[in-house]
């Protein structure tokens, strides 16, 4: 007997990206050119996953297309699924190949490491021989290092990569908190005012982009900083810290030492947004190429700001409200 029913397909890679493709630039035609394919071949292909599915992802009204309530429930589903096929894909032609490899990683003086140990760690499995260099700088020197080819990624915040060249790719938004000793007479206490502050030896990052905006609310507040330490290495704010040296407003995913607390301060609603950053149209190595997709792909939910871990720091850590 004869079904009316499309026959089940299995969700298959390429459509995915074809709809990723669509939702992104709201536009059949150019999504097909953009995957050099035919756009009834891309029709088609959405149709499937949309069987797959079960509904409609998109919808096309008088030329215009845009994602339905379930296209916009799946499309980040569906972009982390595609991310880590592809990851899956770099992984594999590494380990086939073993080719020796190099990548030259630019990474931000206010950027912590911790959060990407991961990636960087699975990438030295998967290249053998890789030729991993980490180059450290402020924001700006980040930026020229990107710029003039002396790196291949960078991780930063957005405030000094403003070349139009520069492609970027969110990562995480994370919020603020005070850091202190375990000992201090804060160490109770999972939630401060600035006004908390007064007395207190306050250890300045000038590295961070949002030192200058913390200033400004703590002026407000009539916090005086004139008689703190300054620090321009994270390591070297983290260590001051520890040893007693005083307290410092980090970013929550600011790796802290099991001898230090934090809690957040209320009315800080400063934030920052961290980003990979690649540069349009420039060859990129396979293990740059796989670095990208594995960061991409990463769940970030816990350096989220207002996210239940907000950073991995200690369990006395508590969230930022913006």
């Known amino acids: 007997m004869r079904s009316d029913r499309m026959e089940r397909v299995p969700m298959e890679m390429h459509q995915v990206r074809y709809f990723l493709a669509v939702a992104r630039l709201l536009n059949f035609t150019r999504a097909a050119d953009e995957c050099n394919v035919s756009q009834p071949s891309l029709t088609r292909a959405i149709k499937l996953l949309e069987h797959e599915l079960g509904g409609d992802l998109l919808r096309r009204e008088r030329g215009l297309t845009h994602l339905t309530e379930l296209g916009e429930r799946m499309l980040p589903l569906l972009a982390r699924c595609y991310e880590s096929a592809a990851s899956a894909k770099a992984v594999a032609a590494a380990m086939k190949s073993r080719n020796v490899a190099a990548l030259r990683l630019g990474l931000s003086d206010a950027v912590d490491i911790t959060p990407f140990l991961p990636a960087l760690m699975e990438l030295l499995r998967a290249f053998a021989g890789l030729s991993l260099k980490i180059d450290r700088g402020t924001s700006a020197a980040t930026a020229e290092a990107l710029r003039e080819g002396r790196t291949d990624l960078a991780l930063s915040c957005p405030a000094a990569m403003t070349w139009d060249r520069y492609e970027s790719w969110p990562l995480f938004e994370e919020g603020l908190h005070l850091a202190f000793p375990a000992h ?127 950073g991995p720091a200690s369990a006395s850590s508590a969230s930022v409200n913006a």
């Open 184 to 310: 201090h007479r804060f160490s109770a206490r999972n939630a401060l005012t600035p006004e908390d502050l007064a007395g207190e030896r306050l250890i300045v990052r000038r590295h961070c982009e949002t030192a200058s905006a913390v200033e400004e609310i703590l002026a407000g507040h009539g916090i005086d900083l004139s008689f703190g330490l300054e620090a321009n290495s994270e390591r070297d704010v983290i260590e001051l810290v520890a040893t007693g040296g005083g307290v410092a407003i980090v970013p929550t995913s600011t790796a802290l030492p099991s001898s230090m607390r934090t809690a957040a301060i209320q009315g800080l609603s400063v934030g920052r947004q961290v980003k990979v950053y690649a540069v349009r149209g420039r060859h990129r190595s396979p293990a740059a190429a796989m670095l990208l997709t594995q960061l991409r792909a990463a769940d970030w939910a816990p350096y989220e700001w207002g996210s239940p871990c907000d």
